[in-house]
């Protein structure tokens, strides 16, 4: 990278989220890390990011279910910063139900963590990044930005959602004439604490080794039968605040092996 860069990731207490941090902040970004919660091991990520990398790093909680915590992170990095030149939206539920049956709060908060969010701190990052005349969003929608599954309505609408604003905001930056790109990132499943969790669930459910339900169960659509790394999802952020992603806006990158080409 060119110069110092602040990045805020949204959710990036664990998982993808966390690993987009690591490498941002291996590349030498300042880095602001979020999540809901406010305790002392949420700062002491930030802590380590900074002694590992000699960068800056923060943590700054807001819940991104509600909109003026999303707006006001944005404000407070930028307070903190000066700006801010990368915004992964990466916050993100789940919850599985047939559609007659799906809880209409759960239906809320999905759409509110893992849509609406991304809108907030867009239109509150948007002004920052056509003042600095540079810009990167990234947003972590899924494979089910593009394609469904049954039982995942909230979930297969707000990534389709993500996609379609990704879309929007990458339009509006070249409007502008500024060298801001938006795009997405269609993971298929990746190995994050959450699906390890999921593995063993699994395993207890089929009486199945761990070998049979990642093969069987977990990974019955993604064709390589091989998870995405968060490492692999960090790379493609890197790619993507790299210059040669300058002309890259308005896409998804999906890292699904094989899954939506089928
Ligand atoms: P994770 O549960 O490990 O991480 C989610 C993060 O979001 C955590 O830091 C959590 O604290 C935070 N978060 C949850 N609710 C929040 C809220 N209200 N406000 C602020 N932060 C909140 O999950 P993950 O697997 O790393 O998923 C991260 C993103 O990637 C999500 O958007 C998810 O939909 C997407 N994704 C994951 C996979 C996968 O297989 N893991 C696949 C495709 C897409």
């Known amino acids: 990278m060119t110069s110092i860069r602040t990045a805020v990731i949204t959710g990036s207490t664990s998982g993808i989220g966390l690993g987009i941090a690591r490498t941002l902040a ?134 389709h959602g993500v996609v379609g604003l990704t879309k929007t905001v990458a339009l509006e930056f070249a409007e502008a004439r500024i060298a801001a790109t938006a795009n997405a990132i269609c993971p298929g499943y990746v190995l994050t604490p959450l699906v390890e969790n999921q593995i063993e669930d699994q395993m207890k459910a089929h009486k199945m080794g761990r070998a049979e339900v990642v093969e069987k169960i977990m990974l019955a659509r993604q064709p390589t039968r091989e998870f995405a790394t968060v490492g692999q999802i960090g790379g493609i952020v890197r790619f993507l605040c790299s210059p040669a992603a300058d002309q890259i806006t308005g896409t998804s990158i999906s890292v699904d092996g094989g899954w939506t080409a089928m």
């Open 26 to 159: 291996s590349d030498g970004c300042n880095v602001v890390l979020n999540s809901f919660t406010d305790r002392k091991e949420d700062h002491d990520l930030a802590s380590q990011l900074e002694s590992e990398h000699g960068i800056k790093a923060i943590y700054l909680p807001a819940d991104m279910s509600r909109a003026e915590e999303c707006r006001a992170l944005i404000g407070k990095a930028a307070a903190e910063f000066g700006t801010v030149d990368i915004l992964v939206n990466n916050a993100g539920i789940q919850h599985v139900a047939p559609v007659e049956e799906f809880p209409a709060d759960k239906w809320d908060a999905i759409i509110a963590i893992n849509l609406s969010s991304a809108f907030h701190t867009i239109a509150a990052a948007v002004p920052l990044m056509k003042t600095a005349g540079w810009g990167r969003v990234v947003n972590i929608a899924s494979a089910h930005g593009l394609t469904a599954s049954p039982y995942k309505s909230a979930y297969v609408s707000a990534k």
